[in-house]
C-alpha cells in the first residue's frame, strides 16, 4: 500500500501562486507514477500533471495548464510538488495527489484532497 498525504491548498486572488505538495510512504517503490488530480464542484475529477517516477521524469499536464503549473519531484523524499502561477477562478477545486501502481493502467492510490479557492 501506499499512502499520499497532500499539503499546499489555500485561498488567493486570481492571478496569484500557490504551491503543492504531496508525500508518499509506504510501498513507494510500486508506484511509477505520481501527480496531480482535480475536482471542481459539479464536474468530473480530471488531470492536472503526472511525472514517471523515474529518471525520465516523463510528465503530463492537462490542456487547460497551458504554461501555468510545473510539477517537480524528489525521489529520494518520496514527494512531489505542483507549483501554480497566474491563477484563475476556474481553477478552484479539490485537488488531489495520485499514484499509479506499475504495471496497472488507473490510478489506484489517491490522498484526502487539498482545497484551493481562487477568487476574483
Known amino acids: 500500500q501506499v499512502q499520499l498525504v497532500e499539503s499546499g491548498g489555500d485561498s488567493v486572488q486570481a492571478g496569484g501562486s500557490l504551491q503543492l505538495s504531496c508525500q508518499a510512504s509506504?510501498?513507494?517503490?510500486?508506484?511509477?507514477?505520481i501527480g496531480w488530480y482535480r475536482q471542481a464542484p459539479g464536474k468530473e475529477r480530471e488531470l492536472v500533471s503526472t511525472?514517471?517516477?523515474?529518471?525520465?521524469?516523463?510528465?503530463k499536464y492537462g490542456d487547460f495548464v497551458k504554461g501555468r503549473f510545473t510539477i517537480s519531484q524528489d525521489l529520494a523524499k518520496n514527494t512531489v510538488s505542483l507549483e501554480m502561477n497566474s491563477l484563475k477562478t476556474e481553477d478552484t477545486g479539490a485537488y488531489y495527489c495520485?499514484?499509479?501502481?506499475?504495471?496497472?493502467?488507473?490510478?489506484?492510490?489517491w490522498g484526502q484532497g487539498t482545497q484551493v479557492t481562487i477568487s476574483s
Open positions: 495520485a499514484g499509479r501502481r506499475c504495471g496497472r493502467v488507473d490510478y489506484e492510490w
Open positions: 509506504g510501498r513507494t517503490y510500486s508506484m511509477c507514477d
Open positions: 511525472i514517471s517516477r523515474d529518471e525520465n521524469s516523463n510528465i
